[in-house]
């Protein structure tokens, strides 16, 4: 890592290479919020306002993007060679990847039909994941098995 910075023009410090090796043992879709807090742990001595530069940083230099979806909240992603969009659960905040091999082609082709040269593609996708759905249908079932029973039979008349 300390070359690659090197060849980009920049130097790892100490504080630096915390920020990096924290993002990249977080894993994908991680916030600032989260890196701060895992970042902090480790050295009490590193702000926020550190962690947001070098994150900012790891997107400048290719090894990241952005992701933004529905709650505002910006989250950061590894690139990596495989192309992948995202689903995003309004319900729950869940971010999936899915792949995006079978329809990075008819993009491009599309992209080329209409004389537009592609850097990348950046797919979100706003739904409700099965999780959530599998939840609200048990809500929904055991709203039905406990409300009142109605009776079926006619009403007797009086004479």
Not at 26 to 48: P, Q, T
Not at 59 to 76: H, N, P, S
Not at 153 to 159: A, E, F, G
Request: with cysteine; glycine share 6%; net charge positive.
């Amino acid at each position: 890592m300390r070359e690659f910075l090197k060849t980009k023009g920049y130097k790892m410090t100490p504080q630096r290479e915390l920020v990096f090796r924290s993002f990249f043992e977080l894993g994908e879709h991680v916030s600032v919020d989260e890196l701060f807090d895992r970042v902090k742990r480790i050295d009490k001595a590193v702000g926020y306002s550190t962690v947001w530069r070098n994150l900012k940083l790891i997107c400048e230099v290719g090894l990241a993007r952005e992701v933004t979806v529905g709650d505002g909240v910006t989250r950061y992603d590894r690139v990596t060679r495989k192309p992948h969009g995202h689903f995003y659960c309004l319900n729950c905040k869940s971010l999936q990847e899915f792949d995006l091999n079978e329809i990075a082609g008819r993009l491009s082709k599309v992209a080329t039909a209409e004389k537009f040269a592609t850097e990348s593609f950046k797919v979100e996708i706003e739904g409700v994941c099965q999780s959530c759905r599998d939840k609200e249908n048990k809500k929904a079932k055991r709203t039905l098995s406990t409300s009142p029973k109605i009776s079926r039979t006619k009403p007797s008349r009086q004479k």
